[in-house]
């Protein structure tokens, strides 16, 4: 349990935008999924979006925390 919440209730969204590489396979991403798979209990999600900070505030509406983190952009 973590944030006093039940572990069913954690999703980590990896976002990435079509022209990137696939969704998982960027370094910052590998560390951090080394992190996610000790955690068996978190969903993961990808997605592929031009609009990250739309799909980011729709999914927020079904969130009650949201931690966000992102790579430094080209």
């Known amino acids: 349990m973590w944030l006093g919440l039940r572990p069913a209730e954690i999703t980590a969204l990896h976002l990435r935008k ?7 396979g960027d370094a910052p ?3 951090l999924d ?8 978190v969903q993961k999600q990808f997605a592929v979006t031009n609009d990250a900070a739309g799909l980011i505030l ?3 509406k079904k969130t ?3 931690i ?3 790579t430094s952009q080209a």
């Open 18 to 24: 079509p022209d990137e590489p696939e969704v998982g």
């Open 64 to 66: 009650d925390i949201i």
């Open 29 to 31: 991403f590998k560390g």
């Open 68 to 70: 966000l983190g992102t």
């Open 34 to 41: 080394r992190v996610l798979k000790q955690m068996p209990d």
């Open 58 to 60: 729709e999914n927020a």
